[in-house]
């Protein structure tokens, strides 16, 4: 039990530093991220949305007691990173390990937590 809890609670860690690096990013680094967008196709006004998402997202997983947000905030997550790690390889811009980690950090979160709920 006390393994379980250490994998969970190491996974989503390292998966709320990521997402709170890359919102970060959104706010403080915004012309390198417009960039990005751009490169990637993605339109600019979803920039600082994506960024709040992801932090309503995290007070969602660590915060929040109900399964149907926290199954939500999971869900916002998983789409978010796939639809990343492809824009990334439909590209080819080789930026699409970043997205990869966090979705592996993402779904180890997901099935640890459903082991020690």
């Not at 250490?6 to 680094?29: A, Q």
């Not at 997983?61 to 390889?89: D, P, Q, R």
């Amino acid at each position: 039990m006390k393994k379980n809890q250490i994998i969970y609670y190491v996974s989503t860690g390292l998966l709320t530093l990521l997402m709170l690096f890359s919102s970060g990013m959104y706010f403080f680094n915004y012309e390198k991220v417009v960039e990005a967008f751009q490169a990637l196709g993605f339109p600019i006004y979803i920039i600082y949305p994506l960024a709040v998402a992801k932090i309503s997202g995290l007070i969602a997983l660590w915060f929040i007691n109900n399964k149907s947000i926290k199954e939500w905030a999971y869900a916002g997550f998983f789409f978010n990173l796939v639809l990343a790690f492809f824009a990334h390889v439909m590209v080819g811009d080789g930026e699409q390990m970043g997205a990869l980690i966090g979705f592996v950090l993402l779904v180890v979160s997901y099935f640890f937590r459903k082991k020690i709920a």
